[in-house]
Nanobody, 121 residues
Framework: QLQLVESGGGLVQPGGSLRLSCAPS????????IGWFRQVPGKEREGISC????????TYADSVKGRFAISRDNAKNTVYLQMNSLKPEDTAVYYC??????????????WGQGTQVTVSS
């Protein structure tokens, strides 16, 4: 059974920080690129960040560049998204997905159920 589980979401004040985790099971993470996405009801899903299998390639959307950082620990079979200087417009459900074609080409096959991030004073 293939699944991905996101964790680490919650309620945080503007300017605060959260670290999200993506822990795939049923397959070995080390050989795949992993992407982070977010979605607000009524809006299109937005690609936020991606990390290549080698960790050499990392990508960020303009909306989060300089504030978010993606990393991976293959020994723990986990990908992280460190989110700093959070803004109310970062409020969304955050998802991770397996990017089977890598970070430079589109293609996601397995997704998690998402974790809610709410930024509010």
């Amino acid at each position: 059974q293939l699944q991905l589980v996101e964790s680490g979401g919650g309620l945080v004040q503007p300017g605060g920080s959260l670290r999200l985790s993506c822990a795939p099971s049923g397959f070995t993470l080390a050989y795949y690129a992993i992407g982070w996405f977010r979605q607000v009801p009524g809006k299109e899903r937005e690609g936020i960040s991606c990390i290549g299998s080698s960790s050499i390639t990392t990508t960020y959307a303009d909306s989060v560049k300089g504030r978010f950082a993606i990393s991976r620990d293959n020994a723990k079979n986990t990908v992280y998204l460190q989110m700093n200087s959070l803004k109310p417009e970062d409020t969304a459900v955050y998802y991770c997905a397996r990017r089977f074609r890598g970070c430079r080409k589109p293609g996601s096959d397995y997704w998690g159920q998402g974790t809610q991030v709410t930024v509010s004073s």
